[in-house]
């Protein structure tokens, strides 16, 4: 296995393109990304794209109890989820939940 030096990567110009493409992407996605920052959500950062995940998404769990279906026509929703089929596992700190 041969490794190169830090000399010859610095000559490399595919390196100098990254940088200047990162660079690019950087000042392209600058606003969307201080947005999704604010909003607490992870940001997977690739060189021509960014991908934006709420958090809280990875919370929700399936309701045990009705599976989102209503069983019986009397009842009007279910009482443990209310009606929505899912159940937010952990609270999200300064999340409206």
């Known amino acids: 296995m041969s490794y190169e030096s830090p000399i010859k990567l610095q000559k490399n110009p595919l390196l100098h393109i990254y940088k200047l493409l990162w660079s690019l992407s950087d000042s392209l996605f600058a606003e969307?990304?201080?947005f999704?920052?604010?909003q607490d959500w992870s940001i997977e950062r690739r060189l021509s794209r960014h991908v934006y995940r709420n958090r809280m998404f990875d919370s929700l769990v399936p309701c045990s109890t009705?599976?989102?279906v209503l069983p019986d026509a009397?009842?009007?929703e279910c009482r443990?989820?209310?009606g929505t089929g899912h159940l937010?596992?952990?609270d999200i700190p300064g999340g409206d939940v």
């Open 74 to 76: 009397e009842e009007k």
């Open 88 to 90: 937010i596992l952990i």
């Open 36 to 38: 999704a920052w604010t």
């Open 66 to 68: 009705c599976q989102g």
């Open 80 to 82: 443990i989820c209310s």
């Open 32 to 34: 969307i990304d201080s």
